[in-house]
């Protein structure tokens, strides 16, 4: 069951496509690391409702947009969402 998963690391997998807004089932999920690769889109808003997220990192891709506003998001560094040119708001 991958409700239960903790640490999810996709980084430099070449995954190309958008985030899906079912990484907000993830409710156990503390860790996402999804850098590195060629994925596009916006910042999906259903990363807000992840109540154990401590570590996100979306830097390097192609991400666009403007970043979803919430405590849990403006909990993580600019550096968790920097290298994604079409990128906007804060915490950038």
Avoid: Y
Avoid at 34 to 43: D, F, P, Q, R, Y
Avoid at 59 to 82: D, E, H, M, V
Wanted: charge should be positive.
């Amino acid at each position: 069951n991958l409700k239960v998963i903790k640490t999810l690391d996709l980084s430099h997998n070449q995954l190309q496509g958008g985030i899906p807004a079912s990484v907000g089932n993830l409710t156990w999920l503390e860790s996402l690391d999804l850098s590195s690769n060629k994925l596009t889109g916006g910042v999906p808003e259903s990363l807000l409702k992840l109540p154990s997220l401590r570590f996100l990192n979306l830097s390097s891709n192609s991400l666009s947009g403007k970043i979803p506003q919430g405590p849990k998001i403006r909990s993580f560094p600019a550096a968790a969402f920097t290298d994604n040119p079409g990128l906007c708001g804060t915490p950038l």
